[in-house]
């Protein structure tokens, strides 16, 4: 299963990609975690140190493996034909909640110089990252919309699309949703992420009904997040946390929804 998460800046991807990259290790499944912002910090959500994530060398700034992956002797042709098994085995990190790391780093558009090539390396390994059915891809994405133009998510079962009760958040959202689907994507879920209060679960359900999106489920808003971020440590070890309980059954919506 290949799952994406999309949305506004802020509004808690990372955590939710995160949280479910963990559930699904916890359910026997075989995980990769693929930290596809720009500006990554996944790999503190699983529990690496800041010291850990400051020394791993994204996908997309390893000139080698670029170049060997995509090189065909002529400038601007690329060969796209190759496994990504070993991009997978050398360049996953193994964090502390078990899941296994890989940061794409910046991916910048086709016209805007010379990031063709780390491009076409990051939409094939995920094009064709062969996911069995005991294997689960969460993709956390950078903020907004551009990710759907580049043609990475279509390259996943399932694109979740994190708001709040934010309105701006929640535009956001329907511009994700209305590109996806006219991209053909069909499994397309709003979350409702740090609710507080029935008001805003409210707000959020008149939204996703007005402008037909599904709305999968809320996650309540939770001052341990808060806290444990502060103190750069990851809270999705503690089941205690509300937030964290409610991220970890998404897991079981997902499996049931892509069975
Ligand atoms: N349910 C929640 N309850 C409380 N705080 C939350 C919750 N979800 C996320 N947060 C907090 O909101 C902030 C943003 O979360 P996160 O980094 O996961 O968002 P993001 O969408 O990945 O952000 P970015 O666009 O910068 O990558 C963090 O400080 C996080 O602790
Ligand atoms: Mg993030």
């Not at 496994?83 to 910046?106: A, E, F, H, R, W």
């Not at 399932?158 to 053909?184: F, G, P, Q, R, T």
Request: proline share 3%.
């Amino acid at each position: 299963m290949k799952i994406a998460v999309s949305g506004k800046g802020g509004v808690g991807k990372t955590l939710i990609a995160g949280g479910l990259a963990r559930g699904f290790v916890e359910r026997g499944l075989k995980t990769i975690a693929i930290d596809a912002d720009s500006s990554p910090n996944l790999g503190l959500t699983l529990g690496l140190s800041t010291e850990q994530t400051r020394k791993i060398v994204p996908v997309s700034e390893n000139k080698e493996l670029v170049d060997s992956k995509t090189s065909t002797g002529y400038t601007g042709v690329y060969n796209l034909n190759f496994t990504v098994d070993d991009i997978v085995k050398q360049y996953s990190v193994p964090t502390p909640l078990d899941v296994n790391l890989i940061v794409m780093g910046t991916v910048q558009s086709m016209g805007s110089g010379c990031m063709c090539a780390p491009n076409a390396v990051i939409r094939a390994l995920l094009r064709h990252l062969v996911v069995e059915r005991n294997e689960a891809v969460v993709l956390d994405f950078e903020a907004g919309v551009e990710h759907i133009g580049r043609g990475t998510a279509k390259q996943v079962d399932a694109l979740l699309i994190v708001a709040d009760s934010n309105l701006k958040s929640l535009e956001i959202a329907k511009h994700i949703h209305d590109l996806a689907a006219a991209a053909d994507m069909k499994q397309l879920y709003l979350i409702g992420n740090r609710v507080m209060n029935d008001e805003q679960k409210d707000a959020v359900t008149k939204f996703a009904k007005e402008n037909s999106m599904e709305l999968l489920t809320f996650v309540p808003w939770d001052q341990k997040v808060i806290e444990a971020d502060m103190l750069g440590v990851t809270p999705l070890k503690n089941k205690e946390i509300a937030a964290v309980k409610a991220i970890d059954g998404i897991c079981d919506l997902l499996l049931k929804k892509t069975a």
